[in-house]
């Protein structure tokens, strides 16, 4: 069995549409998704805002290094690239993020 933390974000006429996970007992962001509709009106950040406040501590993730659009909007929400990962699964690798 899987285990984590979750934090689902809901609307009240829509319903949920957003989700964050963490794996078991760390402070790593495994999954973040807003549904496509809701993107760019904040949910990202309320989830990675209450995540880091139940947490206690800076969340880290793993983008896509070729995923620009995400990259600039965890730079733009004060996130750190503190890492490259190759993969040999993953064309480009990944780049290690530190939340603020």
Not at 20 to 41: A, E, G, K
């Amino acid at each position: 069995m899987i285990t984590g933390d979750a934090y689902v974000a809901v609307e009240p006429q829509a319903g949920p549409v957003g989700f964050l996970t963490l794996m078991d007992r760390t402070t790593y962001v495994d999954h973040l998704f807003v549904h496509p509709d809701w993107r760019l009106c904040g949910i990202a950040r309320g989830l990675l805002e209450v995540a880091r406040h139940e947490i206690g501590e800076s969340l880290t993730l793993d983008v896509d290094q070729k995923n620009e659009g995400a990259r600039a909007a965890y730079t733009a929400l004060g996130w750190q690239e503190s890492a490259f990962k190759p993969s040999s699964r993953i064309p480009g690798g990944q780049v290690r993020l530190t939340g603020p």
